[in-house]
Every structure is written in C-alpha cells, then in structure tokens.
C-alpha cells in the first residue's frame, strides 16, 4: 500500500506561483508513474499533469500547459507541481497519484481510472 501526502498549498494572488510536493511511503517509487489533479467544488476530478516512471516523458492538460511543471526526484520519492501565472479558475484541491508499472512501461497516465493510490489532497485557492 502506497501511502501520498500532498503540502505546499495555500492562498496566493493571481499571477502568483505555488510549488506542490507529494511524498511517497514506497522506496520503490521510481517504479511508479504519477500524476496531479484537481477538483473544484461541484466539478469532476480534472488531470492536470503527469510524469513516467522514468522521467522521461510528461504530459500537460492543455489549461496549464506552459504554466505548470511537473518534475520527480526519485531519491526523494517525491513528486512536485510548480505552478506559475495562478489564475482564479486554478482554485481547488489539488491530488497526486500513483500506479506501478513494469521497468519496460515508461507511458505518462492520464486518466483518474488509470491509477492506483492517491493522496488526500492540499487546497489551493488564487484570489483574483
């Protein structure tokens, strides 16, 4: 069972940025591809961004693409989201996520449905 912990949220003025972290209990963390994403209140989880298991390949919702940037260090088991140019449509609560794959399976993740442990969440609110 692979425990996340997400921190790094907070309030920030539009244009601001924010820098999420996400620590993972599994040693083995190089192993997994991990993803971020948001819920609004009232609106379905939304994919965000995500990373292999490799680092070598990253994928971006289109809303946050040139904006957010998500990065891993394996040594640290620990997956971050810096988030530039905030703007107030960003506000929500920001979950990362993670799934297992095989040494030979480097593809990036997208779907909610595609991963297996998730953390609780940290909220992020941008006031405009």
């Known amino acids: 069972q692979v425990q996340l912990v997400e921190s790094g949220g907070g309030l920030v003025q539009a244009g601001g940025s924010l820098r999420l972290s996400c620590a993972a209990s599994?040693?083995?963390?190089?192993?997994?591809?991990m993803g971020w994403f948001r819920q609004a209140p009232g609106k379905e989880r939304e994919f965000q961004a995500a990373?292999?298991?490799?680092?070598?390949?990253?994928y971006y919702a289109d809303s946050v693409k040139g904006r957010f940037t998500i990065s891993r260090d394996n040594a640290k088991n620990t997956v971050y989201l810096q988030m530039d140019n905030l703007k107030p449509e960003d506000t929500a609560v920001y979950y990362c996520?993670?799934?297992?794959?095989?040494?030979?399976?480097?593809?990036?993740?997208?779907?909610?449905?595609?991963?297996?442990?998730w953390g609780q969440g940290t909220q992020v609110t941008v006031s405009s």
């Open positions: 990373i292999s298991r490799s680092r070598e390949s990253t």
């Open positions: 599994e040693r083995t963390f190089s192993m997994y591809a």
């Open positions: 996520a993670a799934r297992f794959l095989p040494p030979s399976d480097t593809k990036v993740l997208v779907a909610p449905g595609g991963y297996a442990y």
